[in-house]
């Protein structure tokens, strides 16, 4: 079983920039397919984007492309979340996800897919 701690959130203004960390312990990392998902209060979670298991697959929800990029360094058992031109309706409870992958596939976007959690970490971000 794979255990998953985020970091890295904050309180950011409009306009800028978070990095999202999501380290991994407990399981052989590289056989995982990695998301995110985001919760913002009265909402359900939201799915964001992915990344498979050998970094050939990305893919994200309409509203981040562009501005937000998935990856990942399996030598450190670790998956990050660049954000940039984050946007107020950006603020949610920021989440990664893994599910075990034998193929390297696009991630499928259902939370429902994931068994694997990490805590959360707060983004918010003010106008």
């Known amino acids: 079983q794979v255990h998953l701690v985020e970091s890295g959130g904050g309180l950011v203004q409009a306009g800028g920039s978070l990095r999202l960390s999501c380290a991994a312990s407990?399981?052989?990392?590289?056989?995982?397919?990695m998301a995110w998902f985001r919760q913002a209060p009265g909402k359900e979670r939201e799915f964001v984007g992915g990344?498979?298991?050998?970094?050939?697959?990305?893919n994200y929800i309409d509203s981040v492309k562009g501005r937000f990029t998935i990856s990942r360094d399996n030598a450190k058992n670790t998956v990050y979340l660049r954000m940039t031109s984050l946007k107020p309706e950006d603020t949610a409870v920021y989440y990664c996800?893994?599910?075990?992958?034998?193929?390297?596939?696009?991630?499928?976007?259902?939370?429902?897919?994931?068994?694997?959690w990490g805590q959360g970490t707060q983004v918010i971000v003010s106008s």
């Open positions: 996800a893994a599910k075990v992958s034998t193929v390297s596939t696009p991630v499928p976007p259902t939370a429902r897919d994931y068994p694997y």
């Open positions: 407990g399981g052989v990392f590289p056989n995982y397919a």
């Open positions: 990344i498979s298991r050998n970094s050939v697959f990305t």
